[in-house]
Nanobody, 127 residues
Framework: QVLLVESGGGLVQAGGSLRLSCVAS????????MGWFRQAPGKEREFVGAVSRTDSITLYADSVKDRFTISRDNAKNTMYLQMNSLKPEDTAVYSC????????????????????WGQGTQVTVSS
């Protein structure tokens, strides 16, 4: 069992920045691949980005590439999502997800590939 808790969401003006955090507990963090997803009202959940077990490999959705950066600190059991140049269309509930994997360099962009999910944190970008 893995418990994920997100934080860092809030209200920001377009062009601003936020940093989300996702703290994991319950299992050795270094054995977990991690991902961020978001869901806006009336829309399906969409992939934002993912990071491999060792922070060596990252993958981003085209919509956030060059604006968002994922990182992780295995010593702190924490994954981060640095969001810059935010746009109103980035408004959504952001959730982190994780799965255990033996693959050190694998990243996963499909929600069905993840086992555990956090409750989410709201990000609202005003125009």
């Amino acid at each position: 069992q893995v418990l994920l808790v997100e934080s860092g969401g809030g209200l920001v003006q377009a062009g601003g920045s936020l940093r989300l955090s996702c703290v994991a507990s319950g299992r050795t963090f270094s054995g977990l691949a991690m991902g961020w997803f978001r869901q806006a009202p009336g829309k399906e959940r969409e992939f934002v980005g993912a990071v491999s077990r060792t922070d060596s490999i990252t993958l981003y959705a085209d919509s956030v590439k060059d604006r968002f950066t994922i990182s992780r600190d295995n010593a702190k059991n924490t994954m981060y999502l640095q969001m810059n140049s935010l746009k109103p269309e980035d408004t959504a509930v952001y959730s982190c997800a994780t799965r255990f994997t033996l693959c050190v360099s694998c990243v996963y962009n499909d929600g069905s590939q993840y086992t555990y999910w956090g409750q989410g944190t709201q990000v609202t970008v005003s125009s």
